[in-house]
Structure formats: structure tokens, C-alpha cells
């Protein structure tokens, strides 16, 4: 057996969050079970939810795959907004990353990080190590982060100028109210500015989900005349199972959903950062009980403050739900209906026999989770690029996204329109949706096999490295 000294060594560093977390830390897996490569993944702890720390301690991880703490920093400015805090985290935590790089051995052959990460460039640059963003979000994404310095300039960095839709070149316009607060941000311009410095860049997606996208970036003379590096169509790189702590409510909704027939029931979850207002929680959960079907709800505390206010939070800790849903609901959907305030085996739900219907945020990792599991969705984006994803999603012909009403300032998906959505989707007018996405969950498979697209990508990726 080659020992860990002589085999290729890579870091990989994400950002503190399971979004991000989740899908570098399979793509680690990856590059050690299927490419004999030793990989150290660099986890910045400050700010960490605690189902992460969970996640990288689990001890059923491969043996060359060696999870590095980086120290904890005391980040005493706030940050309303995630995205904001995240980077004042990172920007402080990499503070340690050029002590750790050169401590490494054996030395590594490149450096992986996320989105939030790009300023390990200049560390690694330093130390003369090739450098590589893991995009964790769509082509599309991409194609937006390559184009937005030419928007950028030709509004002169005053946003409120852009039009109603983005036009980027070779892709289908989009609308700005998909953009803005939670695309078109400094920080998108940040990373803009430093993808032409790295080695390449993978993105956990997958030749079919979005050809039109991936041949733009490689084929339109807009893309063509960008200094750009290599992009490396990966995905879907998702889990394939999860640690759960809590065993016997894992069984519990597991065993129920065995009882319950074939294709009958909808999931809702809205990740592990998302939150709803306490009217919104109420009148999803009585559009629920209108619409008579089955359904497994997380449905974790209600947050006035913000719809992102569990990201670092996520925990498998348990809340009692009958504190915060409508009086008598419990009671009233026993029998059809299975709630949860902890932490669900999300890969285990979508993928058991029951489950047609998933009504998410649309985080990538979930979008990706559901489409790998031939899961129709009911698109409830929050904050990020959520709401552009959603928008690709019912493009795709895979999800229908319920209208919400103005309510005393807020926006609100009424009851009606719950029952509404969950209906679509089960019902025989939903069988559409159901054959579009049992043929991306067939692509996604292929993609991913030996000799597939993304196989074939992360196979060449692997070789230069080792090469290198």
C-alpha cells in the first residue's frame, strides 16, 4: 500500500457553514478514496454551527483524509447580513494560513477553497502553491461572477443603475429582483476580481443540468476574451450519508416514512441556516393541513430578525414545536403529517420511496440532493443566491414557486397558496415536473459514473496534480 509521504498531498479549505462545508469536504473524499491522494481540510472553527464540528469529527472518515482545526479568532465587529460576517471571520482566521501551508507535509500540491476563501490566493501565491476555487453554486452563478465587473463598470459601482434584467452573454437574462441584496454584492466583485489568478475552477454541477451555461462560458467570445482559467464541471458532489445524533428521532421519522405509500408524502426543510417569520411558520403549516396530504416538517423556531438567523446555529438540539405552531395543528395532522424541530437525514428522506414533494430554500446542496433523488420541489428561496436558483429551477421544469402577498410590509405565502403548491406537485398535474426530474436524476448518475462528464473532469484535475 503507498504509504500517505508518497502519495499526492492537496488542502482544501472551506468557510464556516454546511453549505459550503458539506460539499468540499466530499469533494476531499473523493480525491482520497477514488484518486489515492492524501488531503488535509482546513476548518475554520470560529463561528462554526455545531452539526459541522460534528460532521468533521466523524470518525467513519477516510484515514488519509486529516481535518485541521485553524484557530479560533475573537471577531468582536457584527454583521447583519451572513455573507458580511463570514468574510470578517475568514479574514482574520487566514491570519494562521501561511504558518499552517508551510507546516504541511508532505508540502501540498495545491490549495482548494471556497468562494469565501479567495484571499488564501495571495498566502498560497507566496508560497508558490497552485490555487483552486470550488465554486458551490451553479454554472450560472459562475457565468454572473465572470460578467459582473462589466456591470459593474458600466454603472460605475452605483447598482440602483442596473436594469431590470442582467444580460449575461450566452445565458438567459436575469432579473435584477433575483439579484439584489443577495448576488450583486462587494463581495461578488472581490471574487470576480481574483478568478483570473487561480488555477482553475471546479463547480459542483454537471454537463446536462446546465449545458447552455457551461458552453457559453467555454464558447462565447464575451467568455473567450476574459483572462479565465479552466473551469472543472464536478458535480453533483453531495453527501452520501449523514451523522446523525439523535438515533432514536432519526428512527422514528424514518420508520414513519416506511409507512407510508409510495410517492404521498412532501418534505419541508429550509436547510441548516434558514428561519421563518411566525406568521409566515403559520400559515405554511395551516396551507398543510388545507391541502390533506402527508408531509415531514423540520420546522424549527420562528425569527422575526432574519430569514438566515440558524446558519450559525445548526445543531441537532430540539425545540419543542408545539410552542411556536398553531394552536391545535399538531394534533390535528397526527397520523399524516410528522414534525420535527431537530436535525432530519435529509439524503435519507429524499431518497426513500415515499417522499415526491420537497419544499426548500434552494440551496445548492439541496437542489442538487433533490435532483439526485428524482425529487420534485416547491421553491422557497431566503437569502443568498436562493432566489436565482429558484427561478433556474422552474426553468428547468422542476419546481413551481408559490406567488406570496403583501402583508402590513412583508411579503407572505398565504395558506391557500400552500395547498395550492403541495397539490401541483403530488397531484396528476404534477407528473410533468415528476418526468423532467427523473430524467436530470439519470443524467446526474451518468455524470458521475466512470467514463461520465464529471468523473471524467475531476479524473484530469486529479492527474495534473499528480503530475505536477
Not at 420537497?358 to 445548492?364: A, E, I, K, Q
Not at 437569502?383 to 422552474?394: C, D, H
Request: hydrophobic share 45%; charged share 20%.
Amino acid at each position: 500500500m503507498e504509504s500517505t509521504q508518497n502519495k499526492p498531498h492537496v488542502a482544501v479549505l472551506a468557510s464556516p457553514g454546511m453549505g459550503h462545508v458539506t460539499p468540499l469536504l466530499e469533494l476531499a473524499k473523493r480525491l482520497v478514496v477514488d484518486h489515492g491522494f492524501h488531503v488535509t481540510f482546513l476548518s475554520i472553527t470560529t463561528d462554526a454551527p455545531p452539526a459541522q464540528l460534528q460532521l468533521l469529527s466523524n470518525p467513519s472518515l477516510p484515514s488519509d483524509l486529516h481535518v485541521v482545526s485553524l484557530p479560533s479568532v475573537d471577531v468582536s465587529q457584527q454583521a447583519n447580513d451572513v455573507s458580511v460576517r463570514i468574510v470578517l471571520v475568514v479574514q482574520e482566521t487566514l491570519k494562521s494560513l501561511p504558518f499552517v501551508l508551510k507546516n504541511l507535509q508532505p508540502p501540498i500540491k495545491s490549495l482548494v477553497f471556497d468562494p469565501f476563501c479567495t484571499i488564501a490566493h495571495d498566502v498560497a501565491a507566496d508560497l508558490s502553491i497552485p490555487t483552486y476555487l470550488f465554486l458551490t453554486s451553479s454554472a450560472l452563478f459562475l457565468a454572473l461572477t465572470m460578467y459582473f465587473p462589466t456591470i459593474n463598470a458600466e454603472v460605475n459601482g452605483d447598482h440602483s443603475k442596473i436594469a431590470e434584467e442582467v444580460l449575461v452573454p450566452g445565458c438567459k437574462p436575469l432579473l435584477l429582483d433575483d439579484l439584489i441584496p443577495g448576488v450583486l454584492m462587494p463581495e461578488l466583485l472581490l471574487m470576480s476580481n481574483r478568478l483570473p489568478i487561480v488555477n482553475g475552477v471546479l463547480v459542483n454541477t454537471w454537463e446536462e443540468l446546465e449545458p447552455v451555461t457551461l458552453h457559453s462560458i467555454r464558447e462565447s467570445p464575451f467568455f473567450l476574451g476574459l483572462p479565465a482559467p479552466p473551469v472543472y464541471p464536478i458535480g453533483p458532489l453531495t453527501k452520501e450519508g449523514e451523522l446523525v445524533t439523535s438515533a432514536l428521532e432519526s428512527s422514528k421519522l424514518m420508520t414513519w416514512l416506511d409507512q407510508q405509500p409510495a410517492g404521498s408524502v412532501v418534505y419541508v426543510s429550509f436547510g441548516s441556516g434558514g428561519t421563518l417569520s411566525g406568521k409566515q411558520m403559520s400559515e405554511l403549516a395551516l396551507g398543510l393541513e388545507l391541502s390533506q396530504k402527508r408531509f415531514v416538517w423540520v420546522a424549527r423556531p420562528p425569527s422575526e430578525a432574519s430569514v438566515s438567523g440558524n446558519f450559525f446555529k445548526a445543531s441537532f438540539d430540539a425545540d419543542d414545536p408545539a410552542s411556536y405552531l398553531p394552536k391545535g395543528f399538531l394534533d390535528r395532522t397526527r397520523g399524516r403529517g410528522l414534525v420535527t424541530s431537530s436535525w432530519a437525514p435529509q439524503v435519507a428522506v429524499l431518497s426513500h420511496q415515499s417522499v415526491a414533494g420537497f419544499v426548500t430554500h434552494c440551496g445548492w446542496n439541496s437542489v442538487l440532493e433533490s435532483i439526485l433523488h428524482g425529487v420534485v420541489m416547491i421553491a422557497w428561496p431566503l437569502y443568498a443566491e436562493q432566489r436565482m436558483n429558484a427561478r433556474f429551477l422552474v426553468d428547468a421544469g422542476v419546481a413551481v414557486w408559490p406567488e406570496a402577498e403583501e402583508d402590513n410590509g412583508k411579503r407572505v405565502v398565504g395558506r391557500c397558496e400552500v395547498e395550492r403548491v403541495v397539490r401541483t406537485i403530488l397531484d396528476e398535474e404534477g407528473e410533468g415536473l415528476r418526468r423532467r426530474v427523473r430524467e436530470l436524476q439519470g443524467t446526474a448518475a451518468k455524470a458521475l459514473k466512470v467514463g461520465g462528464p464529471s468523473n471524467g473532469s475531476l479524473h484530469r484535475l486529479a492527474k495534473e496534480w499528480r503530475e505536477s
